[in-house]
């Protein structure tokens, strides 16, 4: 059986289709995750924003016109939801200022190359991170990267090549002090 697409899944997902929301889920849920973790830096709190991304999407699936164009919609939805956590993070730390909680970042125990390379991605333009994660986490090829983005063909490269080249220079800095 030939893998369905994205539109096909959508459309299917829209008359009820709970398994076709799933795959949907399954294809496009690492790529949320990362991005939930730019904004967040915290693990949990990321989990916690892609689930309500993808809950939204599920409840709004009628209001998607281009079925085709669900990647490119839910990292949009994704990246507003983001900015809306972080305002209301924003409002709650100045509602509490007085308080000075600080809370511990929880990140993989095992791996401090990956912690490294984890904050020095953080460090990196929105658009360059984003073109890392859905070009090397998902192992998208470059017209479906392109697409998710929302970048040409060589507005991709640059951005990819930007964030390549920074990332290797912020690493370096980085492994040195250690």
Not at 18 to 34: C, E, S
Not at 157 to 167: F, I, N, Q, S, V
Request: some cysteine; proline content about 3%.
């Amino acid at each position: 059986m030939a893998e369905q697409n994205d539109a096909e899944l959508v459309r299917a997902a829209a008359r009820g289709d709970k398994n076709a929301y799933g795959t949907l889920y399954d294809r496009h849920a690492p790529l949320i995750r990362a991005i939930c973790y730019d904004h967040t830096k915290h693990l949990a709190d990321a989990q916690d924003l892609a689930q309500d991304v993808f809950l939204r999407a599920y409840e709004r699936l009628g209001d998607l016109r281009q079925a085709e164009r669900f990647g490119p919609w839910i990292v949009t939805m994704a990246r507003l939801r983001c900015r809306e956590w972080r305002r209301q993070k924003s409002r709650e730390r100045r509602r509490h200022a007085g308080l000075h909680v600080s809370e511990v970042a929880k990140g993989l125990p095992d791996a401090a190359d990956s912690e490294v390379l984890r904050k020095t991605v953080a460090q990196l333009p929105e658009k360059e991170r984003l073109a890392l994660h859905v070009f090397y986490l998902r192992g998208n090829s470059t017209p479906d990267s392109c697409r998710l983005v929302g970048l040409s063909r060589s507005g991709f490269y640059r951005a990819l090549d930007r964030a390549r080249k920074r990332l290797r220079k912020l690493m370096a800095i980085e492994l040195e002090d250690i």
